[in-house]
């Protein structure tokens, strides 16, 4: 389905279910799909919202840059347009930048918070120099140049790596720039995980290459509401790499929200 959300069309899917919604919403370069597996087995009793991001699958990719808090609002006016008060926010990597922006911009609209393979921190300056040198090379080369250098780093399972390359490719490389702007600019919310007062997961793998363990870690223990699941053998794609593993820890996060 497509709606129009801040001038844009937007592509999303939903589940019907009880309780307050969980918007799943994706990281850089992958799209909705990538949640079917953990949404469909372990969270089929409730409402879920799966959005396209914006520059991403079905979503339109306007001109960037895409600043992760304009990334929240466009999942807010999703959320309004649907008819929804309250939502649990859960994202993976640059998803789990945008669920803490909503976190930030609408913390009245919060009912829960999962991070999937995340950080709360901004980038060094090493990091954003080079995601400007990438985005020259998008421009060269087009989107393969960021499935190229991203795929490899995201799992050690080859048929992960082949899905996400896949999809990082199927993704317009004026969505994968705008993207790369929002996340080089994106502010430290690392001292606004203390004051998010509501149940919260955060999800590590233990492989990753991408987001750091420790950083999970100290991110779960400042969360007052904050549990902490760390997946061996798995690196930065748990929906695809253990989707049993995180769709179990998703259903114990949605129970909590709502006892
Ligand atoms: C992602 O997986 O969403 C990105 O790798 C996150 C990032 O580049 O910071």
């Given at each position: 389905?497509?709606i129009?959300?801040?001038?844009?069309?937007?592509a999303y899917e939903?589940?019907?279910?009880?309780?307050p919604p969980i918007?799943?919403?994706?990281?850089?370069?992958?799209?909705?799909?990538?949640?079917?597996?953990?949404?469909?087995?372990h969270?089929?009793?409730r409402?879920?919202?799966?959005p396209d991001?914006?520059?991403?699958?079905?979503?339109?990719?306007?001109?960037g840059?895409y600043?992760?808090?304009?990334?929240?609002?466009?999942?807010?006016q999703?959320?309004?347009?649907?008819g929804?008060?309250?939502?649990v926010?859960?994202g993976?990597?640059m998803?789990?930048?945008?669920?803490l922006?909503?976190a930030?911009g609408?913390?009245?609209?919060?009912?829960?918070?999962?991070?999937?393979?995340?950080?709360a921190?901004?980038?060094?300056?090493?990091?954003?120099?080079g995601r400007?040198?990438l985005?020259?090379?998008?421009?060269?080369?087009g989107?393969?140049?960021?499935?190229?250098?991203?795929?490899p780093?995201?799992?050690?399972?080859?048929?992960?790596?082949?899905?996400?390359?896949?999809?990082?490719?199927?993704?317009?490389p004026q969505g994968l720039?705008?993207a790369l702007?929002g996340m080089?600019?994106?502010?430290?919310?690392?001292a606004?995980?203390?004051?998010?007062?509501?149940?919260a997961?955060?999800?590590?793998?233990?492989?990753d290459q991408?987001?750091?363990?420790e950083g999970?870690?100290?991110m779960?223990?400042?969360?007052?509401?904050?549990?902490f699941v760390?997946?061996p053998?798995v690196?930065?794609m748990?929906?695809?790499?253990a989707?049993?593993a995180?769709?179990?820890?998703?259903?114990?996060?949605?129970?909590?929200?709502n006892?």
């Amino acid at each position: 389905m497509k709606i129009e959300v801040n001038g844009m069309q937007l592509a999303y899917e939903t589940r019907e279910g009880v309780g307050p919604p969980i918007v799943l919403v994706h990281g850089f370069g992958l799209d909705r799909s990538i949640w079917r597996l953990s949404a469909d087995k372990h969270l089929s009793s409730r409402q879920v919202i799966l959005p396209d991001v914006r520059g991403h699958g079905g979503s339109d990719a306007p001109k960037g840059p895409y600043p992760i808090a304009a990334l929240a609002q466009d999942l807010a006016q999703l959320i309004d347009l649907l008819g929804f008060e309250r939502v649990v926010v859960c994202g993976h990597s640059m998803g789990g930048y945008v669920a803490l922006a909503f976190a930030k911009g609408f913390p009245h609209r919060l009912a829960g918070l999962g991070l999937i393979t995340t950080n709360a921190g901004s980038d060094s300056a090493e990091k954003r120099a080079g995601r400007y040198a990438l985005i020259e090379e998008v421009r060269q080369r087009g989107s393969v140049a960021v499935a190229e250098r991203l795929a490899p780093k995201l799992s050690h399972n080859p048929v992960v790596i082949d899905e996400a390359y896949r999809l990082i490719c199927q993704t317009s490389p004026q969505g994968l720039i705008g993207a790369l702007e929002g996340m080089a600019e994106r502010p430290d919310r690392s001292a606004l995980l203390r004051k998010i007062d509501v149940p919260a997961l955060v999800v590590a793998g233990e492989d990753d290459q991408i987001a750091d363990l420790e950083g999970a870690r100290a991110m779960a223990a400042t969360l007052p509401k904050g549990a902490f699941v760390s997946l061996p053998g798995v690196g930065h794609m748990p929906m695809l790499e253990a989707p049993g593993a995180l769709g179990s820890a998703l259903q114990s996060l949605m129970d909590r929200v709502n006892n």
